[in-house]
């Protein structure tokens, strides 16, 4: 911010700053109590455009690696999608800023 000397013009000038959104990583976790058919469902059903054979393979990654990110981006979306997952019976790890 510049300011001039009393009895002269005074300018302020703004200084512009970009912050990128935040965004988050929604990732689901292996347990003992799901099977692959409700993840399947539940993943076609909460997360846009997800495909079937897209979600059997999150699925298989859960169960052979114990977590999967199934979803990626604005914080905001990312609560939603993991506080449905979560709401359906997903055992879900905790958001993940990215």
Known sequence: MTISSPGSTSLLERERTTQRYPQARVIVLDDDVNTFQHVVDCLRRIIPGMSEDKAWDL???????????????????????????S???????????C
């Open 59 to 85: 699925a298989n990654r859960v169960d052979s690696q114990g977590a999967a990110e199934v979803w990626s981006g604005p914080l905001e979306q990312a609560e939603l999608y993991h506080q449905q997952l």
């Open 87 to 97: 709401g359906e019976g997903l055992t879900m790890a905790p958001l993940e800023r």
